[in-house]
């Protein structure tokens, strides 16, 4: 299934959900930085409902409580292959803007040479 495209807002409500776990509206608007209305988290959850990224988990009292339906992981890898289109899909020019300002560590490196040798065994060797 394609992942929804989210917005900043909508990350950032996604993002309450993933750290505290399920919540109501006025749970979700109290932990978001700058406190938006009321009304505007109820518009941005029910966007983030009508796109399959959150559904509501039960009901207390009139207050429906609301669980991300997207992981983390997935939310993220659809940014990252949204950002690495700007590029037409290529990693060289990120990677060089990486290792410039200093953001890559060795670690980082590391640990994408570890990523890389476990998918070369999954395919097998190369004809």
Same mark, same amino acid.
């Given at each position: 299934?394609?992942?929804? !495209?989210?917005? *900043?807002?909508?990350?950032?409500?996604?993002?309450?959900?993933?750290?505290?776990?399920?919540?109501?509206?006025? %749970?979700?608007?109290?932990?978001?930085?700058? /406190? @938006?209305?009321?009304?505007?988290?109820?518009?941005?959850?029910?966007?983030? %409902? #009508?796109?399959?990224?959150? !559904? !509501?988990?039960?009901?207390? /009292?009139?207050?429906?409580?609301?669980? #991300? #339906?997207?992981?983390?992981?997935?939310?993220?890898?659809?940014?990252?292959?949204?950002?690495?289109?700007?590029?037409?899909?290529?990693?060289? @020019?990120?990677?060089?803007?990486?290792?410039?300002?200093?953001?890559?560590?060795? %670690?980082?490196?590391?640990?994408?040479?570890?990523?890389?040798? %476990?998918? #070369?065994? *999954?395919?097998?060797?190369?004809?």
């Amino acid at each position: 299934m394609a992942q929804p !495209r989210l917005s *900043k807002l909508e990350l950032q409500i996604m993002d309450v959900l993933w750290t505290h776990g399920a919540a109501s509206v006025r %749970e979700v608007q109290e932990r978001l930085p700058g /406190s @938006p209305a009321y009304t505007t988290v109820q518009t941005m959850i029910a966007r983030l %409902e #009508a796109k399959k990224a959150l !559904r !509501r988990a039960k009901k207390v /009292s009139n207050a429906f409580i609301f669980e #991300a #339906a997207i992981s983390r992981d997935a939310a993220q890898r659809r940014l990252v292959d949204e950002f690495l289109s700007l590029f037409g899909g290529r990693m060289q @020019p990120v990677m060089s803007h990486l290792v410039e300002s200093g953001k890559l560590t060795l %670690e980082d490196v590391q640990e994408a040479e570890k990523k890389l040798q %476990e998918l #070369a065994k *999954k395919k097998g060797p190369r004809k």
